[in-house]
């Protein structure tokens, strides 16, 4: 329901097609989502003395540099709603769910920027890739096995509690 609501959050933002301004102007939680993202990575290159700005709604930039664009595919809602999909699904007290979902979902932008931080940095400082996987397959990876330790440490808590 989340990954697929947020796709039609984002077919009805995008303008053609099933554009509506309503959608776009009051619903476009995506646009906050890509816009903290990429404020999280001017922040995290700024605390290791990296100078960037943002170009537009799309675009961080390194000061006389290269940039990224960060698409839609970069903004980890796969991830964030399967996270919350998982919290949601365990009966749980509110408080508990809410603190679990947030925690996680704070954890998953986290890493995100970190990831968008180090391909920015990477491109400026022609860092070459000694992994075999592209690098989003490598976030999607590293990400689902945070997801199934904050998984393993849920479970952990709530038997604990029970």
């Known amino acids: 329901m989340l990954?697929?609501?947020?796709?039609?959050?984002?077919?009805?933002?995008?303008?053609g097609g099933y554009?509506?301004?309503?959608?776009?102007?009051?619903?476009?939680?995506?646009?906050?989502?890509?816009?903290s993202l990429l404020n999280g990575t001017r922040l995290m290159?700024?605390?290791?003395?990296?100078?960037?700005?943002?170009?537009?709604?799309?675009?961080?930039?390194?000061?006389?540099?290269?940039?990224v664009h960060l698409v839609y595919a970069c903004l980890g809602y796969g991830l964030l709603s399967?996270?919350?999909?998982?919290?949601?699904?365990?009966?749980?007290?509110?408080?508990?769910?809410?603190?679990w979902m947030l925690g996680g979902c704070f954890f998953i932008w986290l890493i995100n920027v970190a990831?968008?931080?180090?391909?920015?940095?990477s491109s400026n400082e022609?860092?070459?890739n000694s992994f075999s996987m592209e690098q989003h397959t490598l976030f999607n990876v590293v990400v689902y096995v945070s997801i199934f330790l904050m998984i393993?440490?849920?479970?952990?808590?709530?038997?604990r509690s029970a």
């Open 126 to 128: 022609k860092w070459t």
């Open 152 to 159: 393993w440490v849920f479970q952990r808590s709530e038997k």
């Open 45 to 67: 290159a700024g605390i290791f003395g990296y100078q960037t700005y943002l170009r537009d709604a799309y675009h961080i930039t390194m000061l006389n540099g290269n940039g």
């Open 82 to 99: 399967f996270w919350i999909a998982f919290i949601f699904a365990n009966q749980s007290s509110i408080l508990k769910t809410v603190a």
């Open 19 to 35: 554009y509506s301004s309503f959608v776009a102007n009051h619903l476009d939680y995506p646009a906050l989502l890509r816009s």
């Open 3 to 15: 990954f697929f609501g947020t796709k039609a959050v984002i077919g009805l933002t995008v303008p």
């Open 115 to 121: 990831r968008i931080s180090l391909v920015l940095v």
